[in-house]
């Protein structure tokens, strides 16, 4: 039996103390293409956070060490290849590609500091989902840096071989989330990791695969200023803010979700546009349901000089540099 005092250990964290303090750090209460012939995406129950005017869609990182890395997501979360490029892979879940991995062996590392990725949050369908995920975690021994019960979802922390941040989570029923004055109730409490395992054998490693319906639930970004990052986000891309104003942090989303976009200052205030081609984060994309929202969206973005036209729809550059595309569905 894996009890919550093993899973911590082999996870890499001493105790719960240690767990919750690495999620206060994350949230911040503490200062040409080859494929895989993958079959087309099933049709599967989509959670609430993909059914808003607006959600994330896929997210980019460029990496050094393309193998290594791509290994880390199909091992841990699960994902497939589902494509293969001529610069580097696609990988999935279900096959709804999710994340693209861009392979720059020669791109400098981001310097201490600066902006980009906080990290990308993988969203389980379910708090089952979440538990035998948690059992093939702590069975192969992945570190983590957190774990944390956030009212509105329960979430563990990690950072994949090249220190890109990753959240794994579940969010608890919309009914159970707390809103007042259109804000909702957020905090940093100790995960209930007993609690959760409970929902599956945990004499057994059941999480082969991820679960066709996991998506990219939100995304937090790294900024030098808060103030400049909520014009962007919520003034010209036309977010909501979900938690009160403070200048170190904003949560952002589309259609009463908790969040789709987070940005903080926590450990890069300051911090200068970033480097083209640098490692880390390339871009994230935003699927746009509502079209009045979109034209909005492109509206103001080509207002502010920033828009360029694609295949696909448009994409913009934050004041620090990250891409954002935007996507019509």
């Not at 199909?74 to 991995?101: F, K, M, N, Y």
């Amino acid at each position: 039996m894996i009890t919550r005092r093993g899973m911590l250990k082999l996870a890499g964290i001493a105790g719960a103390a240690a767990a919750l303090e690495g999620a206060l750090r994350m949230e911040g209460a503490l200062a040409a293409g080859e494929t895989t012939g993958t079959p087309p995406p099933a049709a599967v129950a989509l959670p609430f956070a993909l059914t808003t005017p607006a959600h994330i869609d896929a997210a980019a990182l460029r990496v050094r060490d393309l193998a290594t890395v791509s290994a880390y997501y199909r091992q841990v979360l699960g994902l497939e290849i589902l494509a293969r490029t001529a610069d580097g892979e696609v990988l999935g879940a279900g096959g709804v590609p999710l994340l693209h991995l861009i392979h720059a062996p020669a791109a400098p590392g981001p310097e201490p500091g600066s902006a980009g990725l906080f990290h990308v949050a993988y969203l389980m369908p379910s708090r089952e989902d979440l538990a035998r995920w948690l059992v093939h975690a702590a069975r192969i021994d992945v570190p983590v840096d957190g774990l944390a019960d956030h009212n509105v979802s329960e979430a563990i922390y990690l950072s994949d071989p090249e220190g890109n941040g990753i959240e794994v989570y579940a969010d608890r029923p919309r009914a159970s989330w707390r809103w007042r004055d259109g804000l909702v109730t957020m905090g940093t409490q100790a995960l209930d990791v007993d609690a959760i395992v409970a929902l599956t054998d945990r004499s057994v490693d059941s999480y082969r695969a991820a679960p066709a319906g996991l998506r990219i639930g939100h995304v937090h970004l790294r900024v030098g200023e808060v103030e400049a990052a909520r014009g962007f986000y919520q003034t010209a891309l036309g977010l909501d803010a979900t938690r009160p104003e403070r200048p170190d942090a904003a949560f952002l989303s589309s259609g009463g979700y908790h969040h789709h976009v987070a940005v903080n200052s926590w450990q890069s205030l300051g911090a200068p546009m970033r480097r083209p081609g640098e490692l880390g984060l390339d871009w994230f994309a935003m699927k746009v349901g509502d079209f009045r929202l979109y034209s909005g969206q492109r509206a103001r973005l080509t207002g502010l000089g920033t828009v360029t036209e694609t295949a696909g729809g448009i994409e913009a550059r934050d004041p620090w540099g990250t891409t954002v595309r935007l996507r019509p569905a």
